[in-house]
């Protein structure tokens, strides 16, 4: 397995592959989508150990989502099942990407733990429990504080694991290598990773713009509410498949993985 640099320019391809890899199967990924936010959903409500469940999964899940598009991009269609494609190697596979997980959780809580040295817990009880957003609680300086401390952290906690279930389901890198090369696989590429995050926050940012303009032009708020979950869910399915091909393009190896 070699480690690629990659000019800034590939993480707009990166981008733009991820979109044209849902289009070709839309139904199929937004329903694998939807899959994956409702089990998540489900595991938090589970009291006591819920919400450290659901975070166990998401490693296991974006890999799930990073299988299924590479289905679609070999003419396949991606069946529910893929979801559990990080638990299918063996067991040797299974208990890598269960420890991943445990990583993955312990390193969020980790992170929410520090927010609330900040604001006294606010910001992480919102994020993980959920709950309404006040604007006086908004407006504090310590809560937007804690908010911005949380961001930072979770950035180098995302390198970690950006490309480690990939590498540990594919590849069959042990749990702390693919931490390790995960995290040197994306400092390498700091730039193309820069413009990749550029690029679907202004996708994101644009079409709220654009809903919320149309809304006010219709003169209807109900569209706005009605048009922007849907909007959202299908770019967050599209920002999971260009996900994919990140891994792909930081990663090359004589090895033909299924």
Known sequence: MKLNVVPAKTGSLWVRQ????????????SGLFFMFMASMSILSIV???????????LPAASLGLMAATREVELGKFPMPFILAAGFTTGKDGKRNMLVLGVCYALGFIGVMGLSA????????????????????????PEFQ??????????????MVFWHAPALTHWHAVPVVKSMFFSTVACLSNWRAFLVFGLMWSFIFLGTTLA???????????DFAAMALLPAMLMLAAMFFCSTYYSFKDCFTSDVIYA
């Open 18 to 29: 991820g979109i044209r890899a849902f289009w070709k199967q839309p139904l199929a990924l």
């Open 47 to 57: 009291p006591v150990l819920g919400g450290f469940l659901a975070l166990m999964l």
């Open 117 to 140: 040295l900040v604001d006294g817990g606010d910001f992480a009880k919102l994020y993980l429990v959920g709950g309404s957003l006040e604007m006086d609680t908004l407006m504090k």
């Open 145 to 158: 504080n804690a908010m911005w401390l949380s961001l930072m952290l979770y950035l180098p906690l995302s």
């Open 211 to 221: 809903i919320t303009l149309l809304s006010g032009a219709f003169g209807d708020n």
